[in-house]
């Protein structure tokens, strides 16, 4: 090799030695006629030292180097001199007294400094890639991601899953989302869809008898990109036979915990990992991915506004909604620009806006408080018994802040957690350094497309019903719980999968239900009716999101930080320029004509 050791292994044991390295250029500092270069390379840095005195051509040739040039360099392991150790550095107490150097290669000026982590437009960053991975941040979530990767690997590999790989041209799955489609050359008018997950593949590898499949699966899925969404993503896929529920979420909870525990030991993890069913998720919290990091819970206080002549109360009661609140801690003093915000998100959402009630802080206690103290539009509609009831229901104290949602279930949960997830910012209630894991269970099998005006999967078809709701499927398909699970980390969903149907009659009568004709269902899923008539154990999975579990351990709030080349929020790859035009001649071995002019490369 071009060198004898790594950056990070320059130690005591090694003082007075001669050793050979190889690096980046990290920063130069010239000192009257001492030259300092801070070498980098994958481990760590490393200060050098050129003194004329000792290698005088050496020393005129480190004059010309600049940040980022590729170096070799040979030279004698020193103590640095007493009070210039650097303690920020694992090699801090060391120096390199250079004797010769080579020019690997020479660098241009980057377009933003390497050894500096100064906020640079995300757009610059990912279109000189390469060069944003040599900083240290996303060195360290590449090397995250890989460490995450192969605790996953040792983890299921020791438990006797086999890592299987299944392709990426196929026939369309159904995710929900929309398809890659890749053009066939040799089938003109023909089409490959790229997998939104390997869902088809894993449940044939039940039936054949693989019982314990495992993959780092790339997904596709070709949706408009948001913070924590990506066109292409990766997924720890697995599927298990002969298992029921409890068998995945113990598997899974013993890998996250492991896995957390071994990278992340300074993170405080919750144990063991919460449970709740999607009726009380959305009950408590607004959400199917609560964020249990903090309180905030929302209850129910219809009942004691019950024939309030407050308009936007009895009207949502009236038509049979509800009025659910929260009260925030401290907020009573809200000014009323503040207030006005919070209104406005509630809005953003759809509401006519949320109903605020602020608690003066002077009464010592909720029993002590008088209408004086309370300040809200609706203040005059209520009276200080129900006022006392409603801070009592939400565990409010004087000088809170309640915030009270009417409408119907679905509308009043998404406000409110909304609003539950901005308190919790603006106070600051999510420790970053916890991990608040829960499942959620008991989720509808379907629900209703009301612009279609059809049954849709709520996870995907190929969910199993629980066996009390079988026979409801075609008389009452809202009322079939299905067996599907997520995983949810601080807010966001992070994994989610089912125990699937492996009986092709009751698989044939989701597909019905879901508005499939019989032809449609041999044209799109004929292949699995078919395998599963050869005999197909009980099997069921799950799939989680690598890109946001490894976001949330690296403590990032993009999941392009931890991916190494990522699209950017528009869907472009800046690095090669893709998606691009291509020349005519390929346009016309795939059989494709583009019907809006430009469209080729060159014109
Ligand atoms: N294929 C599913 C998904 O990607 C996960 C599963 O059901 O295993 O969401």
Same mark, same amino acid.
């Given at each position: 090799? /071009? #060198?004898?050791?790594?950056?990070?292994e320059?130690?005591?044991?090694?003082?007075?030695?001669t050793?050979?390295?190889?690096?980046?250029? =990290?920063?130069r500092?010239?000192?009257?006629?001492?030259?300092?270069?801070?070498?980098r390379?994958?481990?760590?840095?490393?200060?050098?030292?050129?003194?004329?005195?000792?290698?005088?051509g050496?020393?005129?040739?480190?004059?010309?180097?600049?940040?980022?040039?590729?170096i070799q360099?040979?030279?004698?392991?020193?103590?640095?001199?007493?009070?210039?150790?650097?303690?920020?550095?694992?090699?801090?107490?060391?120096?390199?007294?250079?004797?010769?150097?080579?020019?690997?290669?020479?660098?241009?000026?980057?377009?933003?400094?390497?050894?500096?982590?100064?906020?640079?437009?995300?757009?610059?960053?990912?279109?000189?890639?390469?060069?944003?991975?040599?900083?240290?941040?996303?060195?360290?979530?590449?090397?995250?991601?890989?460490?995450?990767?192969?605790?996953?690997?040792?983890?299921?590999?020791?438990?006797?899953?086999?890592?299987?790989?299944?392709?990426?041209?196929? #026939?369309?799955?159904?995710?929900?989302?929309?398809?890659?489609?890749?053009?066939?050359?040799?089938y003109?008018?023909?089409?490959?869809? /790229?997998?939104?997950?390997?869902?088809?593949?894993?449940?044939?590898?039940m039936?054949?008898?693989?019982?314990?499949?495992?993959?780092?699966?790339?997904?596709?899925?070709?949706?408009?990109?948001?913070?924590?969404?990506?066109?292409?993503?990766?997924?720890? =896929?697995?599927?298990?036979?002969?298992?029921?529920?409890?068998?995945?979420?113990?598997?899974?909870?013993?890998?996250f915990t492991?896995?957390?525990?071994?990278?992340?030991?300074?993170?405080?993890?919750?144990?063991?990992?919460?449970?709740?069913?999607?009726?009380?998720?959305?009950?408590?919290?607004?959400?199917?991915?609560?964020?249990?990091?903090?309180?905030?819970?929302?209850?129910?206080?219809?009942?004691?506004?019950?024939?309030?002549?407050?308009?936007?109360f009895?009207?949502?009661?009236?038509?049979?909604?509800?009025?659910?609140?929260?009260?925030?801690?401290?907020?009573?003093?809200?000014?009323r620009?503040?207030?006005?915000?919070?209104?406005?998100?509630?809005?953003?959402?759809?509401?006519?806006?949320?109903?605020?009630?602020?608690?003066?802080?002077?009464?010592a206690?909720?029993?002590?408080?008088?209408?004086?103290?309370?300040?809200?539009?609706?203040?005059?509609?209520?009276?200080?018994?129900?006022?006392?009831?409603?801070?009592?229901?939400?565990?409010?104290?004087?000088?809170?802040?309640?915030?009270?949602?009417?409408?119907?279930?679905?509308?009043?949960?998404?406000?409110?957690?909304? /609003?539950r997830?901005?308190?919790?910012?603006?106070?600051q209630?999510?420790?970053s350094?916890?991990?608040?894991?829960?499942?959620?269970?008991?989720?509808? /099998?379907?629900?209703? =497309?009301?612009?279609?005006?059809?049954?849709?999967?709520? &996870?995907?078809?190929f969910?199993?019903?629980?066996?009390? =709701?079988?026979?409801?499927?075609?008389?009452?398909?809202d009322?079939?719980?299905?067996?599907?699970?997520?995983?949810?980390?601080?807010?966001?969903?992070?994994?989610?999968?089912?125990?699937?149907?492996?009986?092709?009659?009751?698989?044939?009568?989701?597909?019905?239900?879901?508005?499939?004709?019989?032809?449609?269902?041999?044209?799109?899923?004929?292949?699995m009716?078919?395998?599963?008539?050869?005999?197909?154990?009980?099997?069921?999975?799950?799939?989680?999101?690598?890109?946001?579990?490894?976001?949330?351990?690296?403590?990032?709030?993009?999941?392009?930080?931890?991916?190494?080349?990522?699209?950017?929020?528009?869907?472009?790859?800046?690095?090669?320029?893709?998606?691009?035009?291509?020349?005519?001649?390929?346009?016309?071995?795939? &059989?494709?004509?583009?019907?809006?002019?430009?469209?080729?490369?060159?014109?």
């Amino acid at each position: 090799m /071009l #060198k004898d050791c790594n950056i990070s292994e320059i130690n005591r044991n090694l003082l007075s030695r001669t050793v050979t390295l190889a690096g980046w250029v =990290d920063r130069r500092r010239d000192h009257g006629h001492l030259i300092f270069i801070d070498l980098r390379d994958r481990s760590g840095v490393v200060q050098l030292a050129f003194n004329p005195e000792v290698a005088a051509g050496t020393h005129e040739t480190a004059n010309s180097l600049r940040n980022e040039y590729i170096i070799q360099v040979t030279g004698v392991v020193s103590r640095r001199p007493a009070g210039t150790e650097n303690p920020k550095l694992l090699t801090g107490d060391f120096e390199i007294a250079v004797n010769r150097l080579t020019i690997l290669s020479a660098a241009k000026t980057p377009p933003f400094y390497i050894n500096e982590e100064a906020e640079v437009d995300e757009n610059v960053r990912l279109r000189y890639r390469y060069l944003d991975l040599r900083r240290s941040r996303m060195r360290h979530n590449l090397m995250l991601r890989h460490q995450v990767i192969r605790y996953i690997r040792n983890h299921l590999e020791e438990r006797d899953f086999i890592d299987v790989e299944t392709p990426i041209l196929i #026939k369309s799955t159904p995710e929900g989302a929309r398809d890659y489609l890749v053009p066939s050359r040799v089938y003109p008018g023909k089409f490959y869809a /790229l997998p939104q997950s390997p869902q088809q593949m894993k449940q044939l590898l039940m039936v054949a008898g693989v019982e314990r499949y495992y993959q780092i699966a790339k997904c596709f899925r070709d949706e408009d990109t948001r913070a924590d969404r990506q066109p292409e993503f990766t997924q720890l =896929d697995l599927e298990m036979s002969f298992i029921d529920e409890e068998d995945i979420l113990r598997l899974m909870e013993e890998l996250f915990t492991g896995l957390v525990e071994t990278l992340k030991p300074d993170f405080r993890l919750v144990k063991p990992f919460a449970r709740l069913t999607f009726t009380e998720a959305m009950e408590r919290f607004g959400s199917d991915k609560p964020d249990l990091r903090y309180g905030l819970e929302i209850k129910d206080v219809s009942s004691i506004l019950a024939g309030s002549e407050f308009g936007v109360f009895s009207s949502a009661i009236y038509a049979g909604g509800r009025v659910r609140g929260i009260a925030v801690p401290g907020c009573g003093g809200y000014s009323r620009r503040e207030l006005n915000e919070l209104n406005d998100i509630a809005r953003s959402i759809g509401a006519g806006g949320v109903v605020t009630v602020s608690l003066d802080s002077s009464p010592a206690t909720i029993e002590e408080i008088e209408m004086q103290d309370v300040h809200s539009i609706a203040a005059k509609y209520l009276n200080i018994e129900q006022v006392k009831a409603i801070a009592k229901k939400l565990d409010a104290r004087p000088g809170d802040l309640i915030l009270l949602a009417a409408g119907k279930d679905s509308l009043t949960s998404a406000v409110l957690d909304k /609003l539950r997830r901005e308190m919790a910012l603006r106070l600051q209630l999510a420790d970053s350094k916890m991990f608040h894991f829960c499942y959620v269970t008991g989720f509808p /099998l379907f629900y209703r =497309d009301e612009a279609n005006s059809r049954w849709d999967s709520v &996870h995907h078809p190929f969910t199993s019903p629980c066996e009390e =709701d079988k026979h409801r499927i075609e008389s009452e398909p809202d009322k079939v719980t299905s067996r599907a699970y997520d995983l949810v980390l601080n807010g966001f969903e992070i994994a989610g999968g089912s125990i699937r149907i492996h009986e092709p009659d009751l698989q044939r009568k989701v597909f019905r239900l879901l508005a499939y004709t019989d032809e449609q269902i041999e044209e799109r899923f004929g292949h699995m009716m078919e395998a599963f008539s050869y005999g197909a154990p009980p099997h069921g999975g799950i799939a989680a999101g690598i890109d946001r579990l490894v976001m949330l351990l690296a403590g990032e709030s993009s999941i392009r930080e931890v991916i190494p080349f990522p699209k950017n929020q528009n869907a472009q790859d800046l690095t090669f320029g893709a998606p691009d035009y291509v020349s005519a001649e390929q346009l016309d071995e795939l &059989h494709i004509c583009i019907n809006s002019e430009n469209k080729l490369k060159g014109k």
